[in-house]
């Protein structure tokens, strides 16, 4: 008897908390959304890998330099740390998406936070697997891991016709990576100026990434560094060829 009363008692109090009909929770849709949003996460997730002629090359993956190709680098490295621990500058921290899931964790270059030194050789020499290549000081100074591009919309030089040296300054090439343009310009009291506009130049910056650590901008540097021109890629080049007559 009691049974019976406890399941009248819940059938009734089913009737004040049950959503109605066209409210109740869809568990097809909510699955086709799920569904969605996971396919839609390992696209991101997941590295894809199309035709070697598509643009598919990661500005932000600046491996370090001595690092072999791309598919070799993420079969040997073991994600041992050991180059990051030995970075002076710091600039060498664990990859999260840049090289897709199979590079999870691997070594990647952050100038923001650090800078690829000219004369430091240590990373090239800690690896255990060969991912990173051991350089001689020379060899390593002859090694591109990406290389400079200019953002004239917040340049100084350009953006305020304002003078700003600071790139130049830091370029650590024996023959400077960033040299200057000088052009008259107006400033904004209407006033003849002669400015100093630097500009790369691409066969000589290697991309080690000082003149982005050093730039006066902190939120988003003025200059910055991207694969673009990486000795271990030759698909990734920025230059078809140049000659005495400069670069075309």
């Known amino acids: 008897m009691k049974r019976l009363l406890d399941n009248a008692l819940m059938r009734w109090l089913s009737n004040f908390i049950r959503p109605p009909q066209d409210k109740r929770l869809d568990l097809r849709r909510r699955?086709?959304?799920t569904a969605g949003l996971a396919g839609l996460g390992g696209g991101l997730l997941f590295e894809?890998?199309?035709q070697a002629s598509a643009r598919t090359f990661n500005p932000a993956l600046i491996r370090p330099p001595g690092s072999v190709e791309e598919e070799e680098f993420r079969s040997r490295c073991i994600r041992c740390g050991e180059c990051m621990k030995v970075c002076p500058t710091n600039a060498i921290h664990p990859a999260l998406f840049e090289a897709g899931l199979e590079g999870l964790w691997s070594p990647?270059?952050?100038?923001?936070?650090?800078y690829c030194e000219y004369e430091c050789t240590l990373c090239t020499q800690?690896?255990?697997?060969?991912?990173i290549e051991k350089l001689l000081l020379k060899e390593k100074t002859e090694t591109t891991i990406g290389m400079a591009f200019i953002d004239k919309n917040r340049c100084l030089p350009y953006a305020s016709a304002r003078s700003c040296i600071v790139?130049?300054?830091?370029?650590?090439t024996p023959e400077k990576a960033i040299w200057f343009e000088e052009i008259e310009?107006?400033?904004?009291?209407?006033e003849q100026v002669l400015l100093k506009r630097p500009r790369v130049n691409p066969e000589l910056c290697i991309g080690c990434?000082?003149?982005?650590?050093?730039c006066p901008f902190m939120d988003q540097p003025a200059i910055y560094v991207t694969s673009a021109g990486e000795t271990r890629n030759p698909d990734n080049q920025v230059l078809l060829s140049s000659d005495s007559t400069g670069f075309y």
């Open 209 to 214: 990434g000082i003149c982005q650590n050093k």
């Open 185 to 190: 310009v107006l400033n904004e009291l209407g």
């Open 108 to 114: 990647v270059m952050d100038m923001n936070l650090g």
């Open 126 to 131: 800690v690896c255990p697997t060969g991912a």
């Open 167 to 172: 790139c130049e300054e830091h370029c650590p």
């Open 31 to 33: 699955s086709l959304i």
């Open 48 to 50: 894809v890998h199309p």
